[in-house]
């Protein structure tokens, strides 16, 4: 059984939420028993993998000890930037552990989820360093991260905004907006996936990478489209199912391809991950740089923040070489696009005229398709 995938799990998935539904309508709290429908969930979607039973639960045991060892040392002693290094580091141990197994033949640490549940764990830590966090209870820090809509893919939500709906009690009205919200969700989410994805796929299938350029374009074309349906349908079903367990959890995608830029691509395509990256890799670096004065304007700070920041992203993704060009090369259009906009006159003069948005369009989502070209792996097989 796989995380929506098969009737196996879609069956499981409509018996636990039908007692969330009950409690939502009846105005009962959802949140305690979202902790249980999702322990429910994982121990019966990791069955058949013991292992990776085995390292989740180590997991647990190894994050929630180094969590509620930080949070009162934090309190205690301030902001001591050694304790929230090494705290920030440890908590990147197994994903980290994880990575290295990818390029070695060692197995060293790996379950489903273990990269989406460290990017949660992070920023719990980080926050706390910031003083934004202060408190945290042990059962909502466990719903936060076993969350089982979101557990194996995201989208990635932020601890404090769960919290307040894991403890929230909605009247009868507020959860019938938000149950027809998440079967609105669902139900597209549905089509995408199992509709519209498979059909991308057989095209796809049609296309020939390494048969020239204009074959190669159109593979990255099939394979972007076929990667918007498959995985928006996953976070669309994952939001649904989250909305009738009572959490509101982010969207991922909007209009992707509607995008008029490079930077506007990523405030649309995987948004949780893109503003996760933004917020705490990107933000912090340009900011230390800044006050280290590292760089010799604030725009080629910048700079090197979107290369760090995507080669970060592609590593995150893999550390194979197709992952890691994906990275860069987005880096570079994103650093590009900063120094255009801020630099150029042209662009200034024209960035409101309806026939430069059009221009703007297509050139974005053809560099777009490119990427998804060097993402797929195709060009290297």
């Given at each position: ?339 255009y906009q801020k630099k150029c006159s042209f662009y200034k003069k024209y960035r409101n005229c309806t026939w430069y948005g059009l221009l703007s369009w297509f050139v974005t989502l053809n560099l777009v398709m490119v990427g998804f070209l060097i993402f797929s792996g195709a060009l290297f097989t």
């Amino acid at each position: 059984m796989s995380f929506f995938s098969g009737v196996p799990f879609f069956t499981l998935m409509t018996l636990l939420l039908l007692p969330a539904l009950f409690l939502g309508l009846r105005g009962k709290a959802i949140g305690p028993y979202g902790l249980f429908a999702s322990l429910v969930m994982i121990l019966t979607v990791l069955a058949g993998t013991p292992l990776q039973l085995a390292w989740l639960g180590a997991y647990l045991l190894w994050e929630s000890l180094l969590v509620f060892l930080y949070i009162p040392l934090r309190q205690k002693k301030g902001p001591v930037p050694w304790h929230y290094a090494l705290a920030l580091f440890l908590s990147l141990i197994p994903l980290l552990l994880m990575k290295w197994s990818e390029v070695t033949t060692l197995s060293l640490f790996s379950f489903l989820g273990l990269s989406y549940l460290t990017f949660r764990v992070a920023q719990i830590i980080i926050e706390t360093y910031d003083g934004v966090i202060s408190s945290l209870s042990l059962p909502a820090f466990w719903a936060f991260l076993l969350f089982f809509p979101t557990f194996s893919a995201g989208p990635i939500d932020r601890s404090r905004r769960f919290e307040e709906d894991f403890r929230r009690r909605y009247t009868r009205e507020e959860y019938l907006t938000l149950l027809g919200d998440g079967l609105e969700q669902l139900l597209i989410g549905l089509v995408y996936k199992f509709v519209l994805s498979p059909l991308a796929f057989r095209l796809l299938s049609l296309c020939q990478p390494k048969g020239g350029l204009l074959l190669a374009l159109a593979y990255g074309w099939c394979y972007g489209i076929y990667m918007f349906f498959d995985f928006a349908g996953y976070s669309r079903m994952a939001v649904g199912c989250a909305y009738i367990l009572g959490v509101r959890t982010p969207g991922n995608f909007h209009l992707p391809f509607l995008s008029r830029d490079m930077k506007d691509f990523w405030n649309r395509w995987h948004i949780t991950l893109s503003h996760w990256f933004r917020d705490y890799l990107f933000s912090r670096f340009l900011m230390g740089g800044i006050k280290g004065k590292w760089f010799k304007s604030r725009l080629s700070g910048a700079c090197w923040a979107f290369l760090l920041n995507m080669l970060v992203m592609g590593a995150w993704h893999g550390l194979t070489l197709y992952y890691l060009l994906y990275g860069l090369y987005h880096g570079v259009l994103l650093a590009a696009t900063e120094v255009y906009q801020k630099k150029c006159s042209f662009y200034k003069k024209y960035r409101n005229c309806t026939w430069y948005g059009l221009l703007s369009w297509f050139v974005t989502l053809n560099l777009v398709m490119v990427g998804f070209l060097i993402f797929s792996g195709a060009l290297f097989t």
